[in-house]
């Protein structure tokens, strides 16, 4: 389309293409038995980071609020996904579908769970942004943990357990009902659903939902906002509105990660998605570039690789995941370092653009 | 009584390490306007430089928490000058990023040289408790944290206030271009506060670890965490208010685990932080500086 | 194609008002109506009992020494601070208790004296954002890119260069707008502005920073923009010649307060105002 600049949409379909390609290139691999035993078991679980990182690029590089509690979004569509597909598991016999609706049953709880986050946390900015979305990260985490929840032929049980005296046992599951989260263990037991296919899917959804969202006249208001907040309201844009808009969509993408997530493993602990998680994928988008979402989406998968690969270091591995996590951070934002960097590599189409 | 008591001297206890790490973070913030996540972890490595100083030669408490406090000021400034100040025109993403690099590289350096499994930490001091505290449980440690969190705070704010390092410190932090132009070193001063920051951190480290004796390359994380919570709490930059921080958020913790849900203490600490924020967006004593049109 | 902007009714219509108050575009309401408005910050008044009405097509100007409080009345003007006193009237509209976003929908669109544009943006893209309230379509419809996102976006590129092309910066369109020259980051905050469809139009120092033949041509454009768009325009500004040669009446303002109204000639010759200007003559050696 013309009035669509040619270039933008150029490179939107240049990683489209890089995600299609990295697919088939890998399943074909997959097929062959070529993939190590350890990585192959990573397929799923990268794929719900690049869609986690895509999703919280949407907010810290596309909104420009710095989040760190975005793992807390993950944990929710993991725990609501599960329960749905461990309580649908009848209902609906085909795992494919059944994992979709799980999916889509993560997003919306996520969803929520950012919009009434998001309301009153987006009235600050910067610093303080950062240690409240940090804060509410950790408040879902502990909210997940006092949670026991059953199903049977009744319906689903829960429990909310504050004083930390309750166990399955007090759900009263008629015969035949399973316990499906107990409390600080988390879910177990849960059937392995997840595909690699379906996570193929997921990321090319967040991708369409994130770069159409940032090309239509939401995804201009909500860089005006993170470019100049008056200018922003000067022109007629509601700014909690955008920013808003901005939270929530990030928030439904990680949730239905997060059940893709859950899908993929048989035991699943609230303490997964901690503070760790959040700066995990933060680190994703920052290595990335801020905005840039086939850098997030490379970024993701080869640091969820890194660690793997550095098998070969034992011990060290973590230590050198640090050092290389510092370095590059040095050597991309210190002028005389990225000069020097610059001259040892061969040239390479620009630097990252915002709202890329 | 007696138990509310109790829970309010465990409160004050743990109020006052997380006072002592506030005032840290929030001296670092307010001049390097950076959210240093990597405090948290000179915490631990200054509780393990006293427990090697202690449990492997044999040093006696006073010399170890000097020496600790001499390690963690050079690691402190070595941080800075490694891998903050090459970024000190970037963006703040990419110095958060880095330090939480600095932040893991630390626990897991502590990690490959102390071991996973925790090690007990004995406490430095230990004197008898005079009579209504002793009944109370109030410990040795717990008095010690408490005066020397107090000394702390009193002789920071004699500092800024009233040495020339302190009001450069107060330039720089209110505007770093314009302290240059008025012939201040800067990075020496940044360095500075760096230096004052890892220092309080090694203290905070081993009373932490005297008042709760757990010591793991993780312990540090949490108690960060927290105590920035503290620092924002309070209003972050101001002495004063990283102090009220710490001291609320440690009774707020206590009376929480106590009468509520000891599953749920974190959670009721960061909702009081989350309402604070949103009644007073500068913290309790922080001043809100609203952008000029 | 159907055009459905208001702001394309460019009858050349010949300069109708000429003073500030009161007596001309008596069948019109005027633009602006500002009574008894005023703010204070902690006991200091900013601004005091400040009266003014601009007519609807009527180009008026700002003046004062610095620190008067020009931008403060701007500022009211667009709400980004709430007055403690008085009333702003839109085309005869209440804006109290409105948001500097909803009075921007009722028809006042400004500009700064330091620069605020979307800076990692394209040109092109900052006019669109000036656009957003003029073609809505909802989030959702972007996102699964509806017949009806297809269609306003199409509106929107049109419209974005056709008021890019008032000023000639139709082959700017695709450059980042932070790193246009000044020059042209002036216009283009115009551009931005003239986007919103306003009634009213401040301008926060257009002519800073431009040299003599950009006045000029800035000047004609004032004068253009007012004319083909049929709008009211306000303006601070230090360049006197300016003010002087494109507005029908000027307000001079000292220490927060009003010290003179009238045309241009009135102004010229006014005592209070040479004074404010170059201080008492007797007192000129000590005064700042």
Known sequence: MKFLNDKVTRRDFLTYGLVVAAFIVVSLLASQGVIPRSLSGQLVPVTCYVVMAISLNLVVGVAGDLSLGHAGFMSVGAFSGVVCAMSLSAAIPDDGIRLAVSMVVGALFAAVAGFLIGIPVLRLRGDYLAIVTLAFGEIIKEVVNCLIVGTDAIGLHVIFNVAGDKTVDDLHLLEGGVAIIKGAQGASGTEKIATFAAGFVLVMIALAVVLNLVRSRAGRAIMAVRDNRIAAESVGLSITKYRLIAFVVSAALAGAAGALYGANFSQLSPAKFDFNTSILVLVFVVLGGLGNMRGSIIAAVLLTILPEALRGFSDYRMLVYAIVLILVMLFTNNPQLKLTLGKLLPKREGAVAHGE | ?293 | MANKFNFQRARMVPVPSRAIVPDRDLEHTPALECIHLGIEFGGLKAVDDFNLTIGKTEIAGLIGPNGAGKTTVFNLLTKVYQPTHGTILINGQDTSGKSVAQVNRMGVARTFQNIRLFDSMSVLDNVKVGLHNQEPYSAFEGVIRAPRFWAREREFEERAHELLDIFDMGGLASERAGSLPYGAQRRLEIVRALATNPRLLLLDEPAAGMNPSETAELMENIVKIRDTFQIAIMLIEHDMSLVMNICEGICVLNFGRVIAKGTPEEIQSNETVIEAYLGKQKEAGTDE
């Not at chain 2, 001049?31 to 990597?38: C, E, G, R, V, Y």
């Not at chain 2, 960060?224 to 440690?250: D, E, R």
Request: some cysteine.
């Open chain 2, 1 to 293: 009584m007696t138990v509310f008591l109790q829970y309010l001297a465990n409160g004050l206890s743990m109020g006052s390490v997380y006072a002592i790490i506030a005032l840290g973070y929030t001296m670092v913030y307010g001049i390097a306007k950076m959210l240093n996540f990597a405090h948290g972890d000179v915490i631990m490595v200054g509780a393990y430089v006293s427990f090697c100083a202690t449990s492997y030669l044999g040093l006696p408490a006073p010399v170890a928490v000097l020496i600790s406090i001499l390690a963690c000021t050079a690691l402190g400034v070595l941080i800075e000058g490694l891998a903050y100040k090459p970024l000190r025109q970037a963006g703040p993403l990419a110095v958060l990023i880095t330090a939480i690099g600095v932040s893991y590289l630390l626990q897991n350096a502590a990690q490959l040289i102390w071991g996973a499994t925790p090690k007990n930490f004995t406490a430095i001091v230990s004197f008898p408790v005079p009579e209504p505290l002793a009944s109370l449980n109030v410990s040795a440690v717990s008095i010690t944290t408490i005066i020397v969190c107090l000394v702390i705070m009193a002789a920071l704010m004699w500092f800024t206030g009233h040495t020339k390092m302190g009001k450069a410190m107060r330039a720089v932090s209110e505007d770093k271009d314009a302290a240059r132009l008025m012939g201040i070193n800067v990075n020496r001063t940044i360095s500075m506060t760096f230096a004052i920051g890892s220092a309080l951190a090694a203290l905070a480290g081993v009373l932490m670890c005297s008042y709760a004796p757990v010591l793991q390359p993780t312990t540090g994380a949490m108690p960060g965490i927290k105590a920035f919570t503290a620092a924002v709490f309070g209003g972050i930059g101001s002495i004063p208010g990283a102090f009220i921080g710490g001291i609320l958020l440690g009774i707020i913790e206590a009376m929480a685990q106590a009468y509520i849900s000891s599953s749920l203490a974190n959670s009721i600490v960061f909702a009081v932080l989350i309402v604070v924020l949103l009644v007073k967006p500068a913290g309790l004593l922080g001043k809100y500086v609203p952008e000029k049109v």
